[in-house]
């Protein structure tokens, strides 16, 4: 038959889709739910542009567009765009590595010298490292991972051989 009108459903009172109620739709009085308990996988799917996440204030959450990007939002503000070439960012990123194809990045912290170093990495070996030592910034060099060059509160201290080209003031 056809229903013409609305289908209330009580709270805990679940409609049921397949022979062994595989999918099921309900409120339980808090919170709204859709369990697949069956084999398989739920699909949600869209012949139009895409399928769309919002709040009930219509705030976006969510947006997955159809041979497109994917779109993630935090308080209604877009953070995290998949491109055709990777990802996009608005923001900062909290990582313990960041791994690409050609460059390792890793940060390191040192609790008894209050030190934290990040060191950049490719496929060959060490390149190279930055990292604060106390208030100091401090360089170290890529062969031999010791440090070259240190910013501190009375100005710079170079381990090794200045070069330079040109004019120093």
Known sequence: GTLTGNLN??????????????????????????????????????????????????????????????????????KLVTTATGIDVTGFTNNDSVTTSAYAF??????????THSWLRNPNGFIGGFGTNGSDLTFVHSSSANEKLRINSTGIDVTGNIGVTGTVD
């Open 9 to 78: 459903l009580g709270d805990n009172v679940r409609a049921r889709f397949g022979l062994d109620s595989d999918l099921q739709i309900y409120h339980d009085g808090s919170h709204s739910y859709i369990d697949d308990t069956g084999t398989g996988h739920l699909f949600v799917r869209s012949n139009g542009d895409g399928i769309y996440f919002r709040s009930s204030t219509n705030e976006e959450i969510a947006h997955f567009n159809v041979n497109g990007s994917v779109k993630l939002y935090h308080d209604n503000a877009e």
């Open 106 to 115: 890793k940060s390191q912290s040192n609790s008894t010298s209050a030190s």
